[in-house]
């Protein structure tokens, strides 16, 4: 198994360009061991307070560890990656950050720093006493690279990016458009958990070691990510995303992107928009890393268990 090391800065990019240099190359099928910086990349420290939040140079936020080279992946290809290991560092924190969030200017700003065992719990001093958080811990981060142009690590894109589902948690497989050869696969921004939207701007934020397998899917084609998850019951589901600068348009692609899915099972599209209507979910997975925002559907694979699925 291959490993890469998010520590080491050459192997850290902060933009999403075709024309960043792959650190490792991967044949498909084949496994990686990823040590991943937390969203601040290694800048935030357990000893931090809210003060020291002035320290952080926000242009470093969400390095991102890569780009892989896959071998044989060519645009119109799919990228399949399989999360089958995320184990976190012991400890995470959250904040408040003046200019981020959909509150952005009504708080000030504060630093939370969590413990994390079987739970989260807080180590700050007078803060969310007696809570505790279940941990389920997925990659904020998941992107290949653009055909074209030079992008922020912030917005989610096409190709995925700062997607901040937790739709994406262990035992995921995500899929993902190949836009230029080799997909250049690069992950970043471990989360411990997050609620649907990471409404002030941060979710448990962590460092973390992860293991990844990729294969690529020749010949298929997709415009948006895709995955195959766990939903919020426990329950294994597939997902479908909309990217877009405004909710209702991330909305509409979330639903045709599943309702094209759907195609795959034989489903007409007025069964299929029936079906997303009637058991399907539309969460608001992101909605703070503007201007794009990231609104998933969900439809339980048992209703499909009695459909075949062609590719």
Same mark, same amino acid.
């Given at each position: 198994m291959k490993h890469l090391d998010g520590k080491d800065p050459k192997n850290i990019h902060f933009t999403w360009t075709a024309s960043n240099k792959p650190v490792v190359f991967m044949d498909s099928d084949e496994t990686i061991a990823i040590s991943i910086p937390d969203s601040s990349t290694w800048q935030i420290k357990r000893e931090y307070r809210t003060e020291d939040l002035r320290k952080i140079d926000s242009s470093r936020y969400d390095g991102a560890v890569g780009p892989i080279y896959v071998n044989g992946a060519a645009p119109g290809d799919t990228l399949e990656i399989n999360l089958k290991e995320i184990k976190t560092a012991p400890w995470g924190w959250s904040a408040i950050i003046p200019d981020?969030?959909?509150?952005?200017? %009504?708080?000030?700003?504060?630093?939370?720093?969590? =413990?994390?065992? =079987?739970?989260?719990?807080?180590?700050?001093?007078?803060?969310?006493?007696?809570?505790?958080?279940? *941990? @389920?811990?997925?990659? /904020?981060? $998941?992107?290949?690279?653009?055909?074209? &142009?030079?992008? &922020?690590? +912030?917005?989610?894109?096409?190709?995925?990016?700062?997607?901040?589902?937790?739709?994406?948690?262990?035992?995921?497989? #995500?899929?993902?458009?190949?836009? $230029?050869? /080799?997909?250049?696969?690069? $992950?970043?921004?471990? @989360?411990?958990?997050? /609620? %649907?939207?990471?409404?002030?701007?941060?979710? *448990?934020?962590?460092?973390?070691?992860?293991?990844?397998? +990729?294969?690529? +899917?020749?010949? =298929?084609? #997709?415009?948006?990510?895709?995955?195959?998850? =766990?939903?919020?019951?426990?329950? %294994?589901?597939?997902?479908?995303?909309? *990217?877009?600068?405004?909710?209702?348009?991330?909305?509409?692609?979330?639903?045709?992107?599943? #309702?094209?899915?759907? !195609? @795959?099972?034989?489903?007409? /599209?007025?069964?299929?928009? +029936?079906?997303? !209507?009637?058991c399907g979910n539309l969460s608001i997975s992101e909605i703070v890393d503007e201007p794009n925002y990231v609104v998933s559907m969900s439809i339980p694979l048992q209703v499909l268990e009695n459909r075949n699925f062609s590719p």
């Open positions: 981020m969030g959909l509150l952005k200017g %009504d708080f000030s700003e504060k630093l939370v720093m969590w =413990k994390l065992e =079987k739970f989260a719990s807080s180590e700050t001093q007078g803060f969310l006493e007696g809570i505790s958080i279940p *941990i @389920h811990p997925f990659l /904020g981060v $998941v992107g290949t690279a653009p055909k074209d &142009g030079r992008l &922020g690590m +912030i917005p989610p894109q096409y190709f995925g990016g700062n997607m901040d589902n937790r739709l994406l948690g262990v035992g995921s497989k #995500i899929y993902l458009p190949v836009n $230029v050869e /080799g997909a250049l696969l690069s $992950v970043s921004d471990p @989360h411990a958990s997050q /609620g %649907d939207g990471e409404v002030c701007g941060t979710a *448990i934020e962590t460092s973390a070691e992860a293991v990844i397998g +990729i294969r690529v +899917i020749k010949g =298929k084609t #997709i415009n948006y990510p895709r995955a195959y998850s =766990k939903g919020p019951a426990g329950g %294994d589901v597939t997902v479908t995303m909309g *990217i877009a600068g405004d909710l209702k348009d991330a909305s509409r692609l979330a639903l045709l992107n599943m #309702i094209d899915e759907l !195609s @795959h099972y034989g489903l007409t /599209g007025e069964e299929s928009y +029936i079906l997303c !209507s009637v």
